[in-house]
């Protein structure tokens, strides 16, 4: 369940993302301790740079810029992971005290494991019957959360068939812990056959 081992581009941009603010933090903060060393070292080196230069430029301009450039740069893939009105497969999950029922659209549902077709995007219609839950399948996308009496889509997208853990991201209660699941992506050709197995195994 890590977030630097994407399986599909929605987790890989997140994982870009992540890297590129560690990256950025790091600069800025490698920044700030040698300036903090250098004026331990030398105690007059620094003398001469007037308080305006750090207070307007390092308080002031300095963050500015790093963040809006941060910012302007994560904005675009926060964007582009969103589920678009393109026809998408489309599941239901449904979050409750304490797991998960996922709905199909040819009928049936699943408890705590959700199939998907591999390679293909698959958007997840995501409530819940009582308190506020979250979806959150580190390996294949962000997470979301799943809302009394609201729907929020979350596009899902696994580039390989595998089995990928999930776990509720929001405290729910004293189950909260165990609240976890899987997404099990079938080859795309084999989808259809693979749950009507497991529904009929389920009884359905
Ligand atoms: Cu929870």
Known sequence: MSTLEPAGPAAREIALVWWVMLIGSGVVLALVCGLFLYAFKNRTGLAGVPERVWLIGGGLAFPIVVLIALLAWALPSGQSMLPRDDGAFRVEAEAFQWGWRFGYPEGGETLTVLHIPAGEPVDVAITTADVIHAFWVPQL???IDAIPGQ???LRLFAEEPGLYRGQC????????AGMDFAVQAHEADDYEAALARVLEEAGQ
């Open 151 to 153: 729907t929020n889509v």
């Open 169 to 176: 991201a929001e405290f729910c209660g004293i189950g909260h």
């Open 141 to 143: 996308a962000g997470k």
